[in-house]
């Protein structure tokens, strides 16, 4: 009975010590991306003001926002699986897709080469499914 008891005193003392331990801060995935996100817009409109580099088509930056988020949460969702699962597979390509459209629009790209581009992106996808 006494074992008991010692035990029950043992177990006490362990679960007390891991309550005063400080709990590690996890960070949430969408202050990642909006903090990248503003990270970038600021460096390039700090370059813009700065060294004279222009983009005319500089609104399709903002189209570029849900591309990182999609590609950050493929990346976080990797990292958690350590595998490309499906909701990883489906936000890389979403984001990939998305990221290329605004490619197109800030640097003029002549929309001949998107269709090309989409199937190649399709058949990427494709492969990647076909992993799983």
């Known amino acids: 009975m ?3 008891i010692e035990d029950l005193k043992e177990a006490e003392k362990e679960s007390l010590h891991f309550e005063e331990t400080p709990r590690q801060v996890q960070r949430d995935k969408g202050s990642t991306t909006w903090g990248l996100v503003l990270i970038g817009l ?8 700065v060294g004279g580099f ?3 088509n500089w609104w399709a930056l903002f189209i570029l926002i849900p591309s ?3 590609l950050n949460e493929a990346w976080q969702s ?3 699986n350590g ?3 499906q909701h990883a597979r489906h936000s890389l390509m979403g984001g990939l897709l998305i990221g290329m459209v605004a490619v197109f629009f800030l640097f003029n790209v002549g929309w001949n080469l998107f269709w090309p581009l989409v199937l190649i992106l ?3 996808g494709a492969l990647l499914n076909g992993r799983s």
């Open 68 to 70: 990182f988020h999609n």
């Open 54 to 56: 222009f983009i005319q």
């Open 83 to 85: 595998r490309l699962t």
């Open 78 to 80: 990797y990292q958690a």
């Open 122 to 124: 399709l058949g990427i």
């Open 2 to 4: 006494s074992d008991t």
């Open 42 to 49: 600021g460096i390039f409109f700090l370059v813009t003001r």
